[in-house]
């Protein structure tokens, strides 16, 4: 049976409560992992940590993420996706205040590889438990979960800081989204059991097909962009345009608000143009801004620029997630963590490369690459028919 065969299958009886609390875990981990981005800098000044050694320590979240996804593979297929999900759920609301607590570097480092870990565990718990929901919808709604995300993402950034302008603590407004997360978790019993969820079997481990890795590689290339545009917009702004650092912030501000976004309307746009069109149009759109950005120093034009590499990059991950849970001659429980833990080596060592790139040649070039880089992914769009 074809994706569009099975999307216009007649909906469930009771899916439109499970695809509301849906959405609310994929809202929560947007929380999360913004507040984890908040707690990062207050962390940096109680410690007084230099650059390097906090770049250092960053890397043990992205790892965390990357090591547990074939774990939490093993552990969908043996005890479902909504298990798996309730408790890295709560222990993403417990430990998130622990990160603002911690007694030492070393003590952080640790707790950052264990809460990249669960972010890591959650995200294909999430996407798989998603696209049996989806299915059993009878329309498209991928897009429209990451939206969600999206939209915690920036909602915790703008109301985290309405509350530390008020006087909280950055520990309180830890706790605080810790028991968001808390109650959030509480809703799971509307998810689906284990009897409903993703096909499993085959051995406990298993090599990465052909088709999986051409999806990983294109999940890699577009967090390795969304992660080049979250980290280095803001230093492109104020180093290579000479912006002023209350202003450089626009160009990651665009690409936020624009992947949120594309993200409302992507289910849509799909279902219109088909996924193998969206996948190509985005890739497309994301190279084009970043040329923009390369091509034209004008700040302005760079917003801009960094506001299409987010229209562009919006839907690809949505897509490429709920292909992997479709790949021939692979079960949905190794196809989906491999996907996904390819996208976030990706989101890791994507700043990593773009700084190595700059530091030999320029910011400017590391961004041209990065737009070469959207355009081959491109000319795999067929991967997500």
Same mark, same amino acid.
């Given at each position: 049976?074809? @994706? ?52 250092? !320590? ?27 999900? $309730? ?41 798989? @438990? ?5 299915? @059993? ?8 979960? %990451? ?39 509480? @809703? ?70 624009? !992947? /949120? ?25 994301? /190279? ?5 950005? $390369? ?34 001659? !692979?079960?949905?429980? %190794? ?29 400017? $070039? ?15 769009? %067929?991967?997500?028919?």
């Amino acid at each position: 049976m074809t @994706q569009s065969e099975t999307l216009i299958a007649a909906p469930v009886h009771g899916i439109g409560t499970k695809l509301r609390t849906m959405r609310l875990f994929f809202l929560m981990t947007g929380l999360g992992i913004s507040v984890w981005a908040i707690i990062v800098p207050f962390t940096k000044i109680r410690f007084n940590l230099d650059d390097g050694t906090l770049g250092l !320590m960053l890397l043990a979240g992205g790892s965390g993420g990357v090591v547990a996804m074939p774990i939490c593979g093993i552990a969908i297929s043996r005890f479902g996706s909504r298990n798996v999900l $309730v408790f890295v759920s709560v222990a993403f609301g417990v430990l998130l205040p622990l990160l603002t607590l911690a007694p030492s570097p070393v003590a952080f480092t640790a707790m950052l590889f264990l809460y990249g870990a669960i972010f890591g565990a959650a995200d294909v718990a999430m996407n798989a @438990q998603a696209v049996v929901i989806e299915r @059993q919808s009878g329309r498209r709604e991928m897009s429209l979960f %990451h939206a969600l995300y999206s939209i915690g993402t920036l909602a915790v950034a703008i109301i985290t800081s309405l509350l530390l302008r008020l006087g909280l603590s950055n520990i309180e407004c830890a706790l605080l989204t810790g028991a968001v997360i808390l109650l959030i978790a509480t @809703q799971s019993r509307f998810l689906l059991s284990k009897d409903k969820d993703l096909p499993s079997g085959g051995p406990l481990i298993a090599l990465p097909n052909r088709a999986t890795l051409t999806l990983g590689l294109c999940c890699f290339a577009c967090f390795l962009t969304e992660g080049a545009s979250t980290d280095w917009s803001t230093i492109f702004m104020r180093f290579s345009r000479n912006v002023p650092i209350a202003s450089a912030t626009f160009g990651y501000a665009a690409f936020a608000v624009t !992947m /949120a976004a594309s993200r409302l309307l992507g289910d849509r746009t799909a279902t219109w143009l088909g996924p193998v069109a969206v996948m190509r149009l985005g890739c497309g759109i994301a /190279a084009a801004g970043l040329l923009l950005v $390369v091509a034209v120093p004008v700040s302005a034009v760079d917003v801009i620029g960094f506001g299409l590499v987010g229209l562009g990059t919006g839907n690809i991950a949505p897509l490429v997630f709920n292909a992997a849970a479709r790949v021939p001659g !692979m079960t949905a429980n %190794h196809s989906v963590p491999a996907v996904v833990g390819l996208g976030y080596v990706g989101f890791l060592i994507g700043p990593v490369i773009i700084g190595l790139v700059a530091h030999a040649l320029s910011l400017s $070039v590391a961004f041209g690459m990065d737009a070469a880089l959207m355009v081959a992914i491109g000319f795999a769009g %067929h991967a997500v028919e």
